[in-house]
């Protein structure tokens, strides 16, 4: 899932009011920051907060480095975003540039649902690359839990859900 910021906030290590808690417990977040979140982590809402597990480590030092964070839930949208993978062998990609065989990281198989966390329009003939990562096979049997973010051709994608969370 991606998280927007669209209003500057502080991202804390606990739901306590900021004033609370001593300053390597707070990072100020500019708003229009962003942040892949694990998928496969529920998000709570504390105490106004939502509970976020980064996909990287956030913060600086060893005091404030962190990839759980509570998030003032009124400062951040939540976005989720699945399509499926409509051709088989997909080549996930580290860029978006199918001229280049080197930067393949794996082949998804038909019919993977994966989350999508971000777009760019490469042109008129490549068209709009998706980077994202696998979630399940097409039965749903098999999670990738450990699964690689890349790009992939919107081309070889169908759509298939689009949520804008507000969790109370």
Same mark, same amino acid.
């Given at each position: @899932? ?7 906030? =502080?991202? +804390? ?8 808690? &001593? ?6 977040? &500019?708003? %229009? ?14 105490? %106004?907060? $939502? ?7 956030? !913060?600086? #030092? ?26 088989? #062998? ?5 860029? &978006?540039? *199918? ?9 998804? *198989?038909? !019919? ?8 760019? $329009?490469?042109?008129?003939?490549? %068209?709009?690359?998706?980077? #994202? ?16 973010? %890349? ?7 169908? @759509?298939?859900?689009? +949520?804008?969370?507000? =969790? $109370?």
């Amino acid at each position: @899932m991606k998280v927007f910021v669209h209003t500057r906030t =502080i991202f +804390k290590a606990d739901s306590l009011d900021a004033n609370q808690l &001593p300053s390597h417990q707070k990072i100020e977040v &500019p708003a %229009g920051a962003s942040f892949i979140a694990s998928w496969n982590n529920r998000r709570y809402v504390v105490d %106004g907060h $939502y509970q976020m597990f980064l996909d990287s480590y956030f !913060g600086s #030092g060893e005091q404030n480095r962190s990839i759980c964070w509570y998030v003032p839930r009124v400062h951040v949208d939540v976005f989720e975003s699945v399509a499926k993978v409509k051709t088989d #062998g997909l080549n996930l990609r580290r860029s &978006p540039n *199918p001229n280049d065989s080197n930067n393949i990281l794996e082949k998804l *198989p038909l !019919g993977t649902f994966v989350e999508i966390f971000d777009a760019t $329009y490469v042109n008129q003939n490549l %068209g709009i690359w998706w980077c #994202g990562r696998a979630l399940c096979t097409a039965d749903k049997q098999h999670l990738f839990s450990d699964a690689k973010i %890349g790009w992939m051709s919107s081309r070889h994608l169908d @759509m298939t859900d689009l +949520k804008i969370h507000d =969790i $109370y």
